[in-house]
């Protein structure tokens, strides 16, 4: 059984819950604000093998808060970054996070860092800030996977960027071994006890 942890980051309002919240359990579960964090689980199975998959849902960030994403930088072995197409400071929030990403784990990890940004809320292309080229080339600019869903309209969309993301992973995870993981799971309940406060959630 092998272990993969992903974090997911963005602004409020970019939809980032409700992507993943889409993808775990097939449900959209609407807009709503939280101002906790909470790690979810969930077995599956990707290419024949069997997973244990951890996500940390941090509380969304400003394009200011540093502090927030340490840890789950270090403790994550790829990343969701979402941003909202009809919200131009959620995308320049996302190109923030994208840039510590890199930061963070420039000295800690050999090879590239997996991640998908991830442009939300495709049905408001009507109301539309941020072009789906402007996406591509951001995402082409930091390496990672991309892709425009609609939370409320499309579960395969958002399983599909999850899947790719996932064996993205599991490829760098073999050749780069585990020597990175300082106690896993112990160290992120933790974090979620002693700095945020916890809600773990399984589904």
Not at 68 to 84: H, K, Q, R, S
Request: charged share 30%.
């Amino acid at each position: 059984m092998n272990d993969i942890k992903l974090a997911l980051l963005g602004s409020e309002g970019a939809g980032k819950s409700a992507v993943l919240v889409r993808f775990l359990t097939k449900r959209f579960i609407g807009e709503y604000a939280s101002n906790s964090n909470s790690l979810y689980h969930k077995r599956l199975s990707i290419d024949g093998r069997q997973l244990n998959l951890e996500v940390f849902d941090p509380c969304s960030q400003s394009g200011e808060s540093r502090c927030i994403l340490e840890e789950p930088v270090d403790w994550a072995d790829g990343f969701v970054v979402v941003y909202n197409i009809s919200d131009r400071t959620s995308f320049l929030n996302a190109k923030n996070i994208l840039a510590q990403i890199k930061e963070s784990r420039r000295e800690t990890c050999k090879g590239e860092v997996p991640v998908c940004l991830v442009g939300n809320k495709q049905d408001l292309c009507h109301s539309r800030q941020v072009s789906e080229e402007e996406g591509r080339f951001l995402a082409h600019e930091n390496k990672c996977l991309f892709q425009e869903v609609s939370a409320a309209e499309n579960y395969l969309e958002i399983a599909n960027l999850f899947t790719k993301l996932i064996r993205h992973v599991m490829e760098q995870l073999k050749h780069r071994g585990d020597r990175r993981r300082y106690s896993g799971s112990k160290s992120m309940a933790k974090l979620i006890n002693n700095v945020f406060g916890k809600r773990r959630k399984s589904v």
